[in-house]
T-cell receptor, first 113, second 111 residues
Framework: DSGVTQTPKHLITATGQRVTLRCSPR?????VYWYQQSLDQGLQFLIQ???????AKGNILERFSAQQFPDLHSELNLSSLELGDSALYFC????????????FGPGTRLTVT | SQQGEEDPQALSIQEGENATMNCSYK?????LQWYRQNSGRGLVHLIL?????REKHSGRLRVTLDTSKKSSSLLITASRAADTASYFC???????????FGAGTRLTVKP
């Protein structure tokens, strides 16, 4: 158990809908990262927050947004969902701003029908 | 875009044999990390090697780093069926804030 929790575990929704994925980092970790893993794209870095501020942005679509709250939990919002958004979404946390080992949550499996 | 590229994409060996996976990258790094992922589960950190280190050991794992060739290798000795998983390298780039993961090597260890 990494200490990182993600909810929900599974999510099935229709195209055009909006969903919110939630992540609670390990106790004491200030950085939260979001990743998307699909069969054809591999593990793609989406975005990182450090202590409430956006620190790094990767291949995140404009339809996606995220935030980190004062209690350090984070939410990833996915809107106008398309079939191609079906994937595993992982959250990871680390103690520093970056470059240190990351602890991954169990992931949320999103299926868009 | 991905920084690290693992080689081979897939590897199948017998229990007891050694498994070697390679990772190549393109830019200057602060460190390189190896992670393991069991099917559909979250990644688990295995080992971190800094740019000024050449070799690191952790149990049955041995990682080498050659910054002149921009490559790293992960050796798993005396493999077990439980080592069956995908292995990813990730690089912490000097000029970028995000970690870049490779596409992974799928290792199958047959009992």
């Amino acid at each position: 158990d990494s200490g990182v929790t993600q909810t929900p575990k599974h999510l099935i929704t229709a195209t055009g809908q909006r969903v919110t994925l939630r992540c609670s980092p390990r106790s004491g970790d200030l950085s939260v990262y979001w990743y998307q893993q699909s069969l054809d794209q591999g593990l793609q870095f989406l975005i990182q927050y450090y202590n409430g501020e956006e620190r790094a942005k990767g291949n995140i679509l404009e339809r996606f947004s995220a935030q980190q709250f004062p209690d350090l939990h984070s939410e990833l919002n996915l809107s106008s969902l398309e079939l191609g958004d079906s994937a595993l979404y992982f959250c990871a946390s680390s103690s520093r701003q970056g470059g240190d080992e990351q602890y991954f949550g169990p992931g949320t499996r999103l299926t868009v029908t | 875009s991905q920084q690290g590229e693992e080689d081979p994409q897939a590897l199948s060996i017998q229990e007891g044999e050694n498994a070697t996976m390679n990772c190549s990258y393109k830019t200057s790094i602060n460190n390189l990390q190896w992670y393991r992922q069991n099917s559909g589960r979250g990644l688990v950190h295995l080992i971190l090697i800094r740019s000024n280190e050449r070799e690191k050991h952790s149990g049955r794992l041995r990682v080498t780093l050659d910054t002149s060739k921009k490559s790293s290798s992960l050796l798993i000795t005396a493999s077990r069926a439980a080592d069956t998983a995908s292995y990813f390298c990730a690089t912490d780039e000097v000029w970028d804030n995000d970690m870049r993961f490779g596409a992974g090597t799928r290792l199958t260890v047959k009992p």
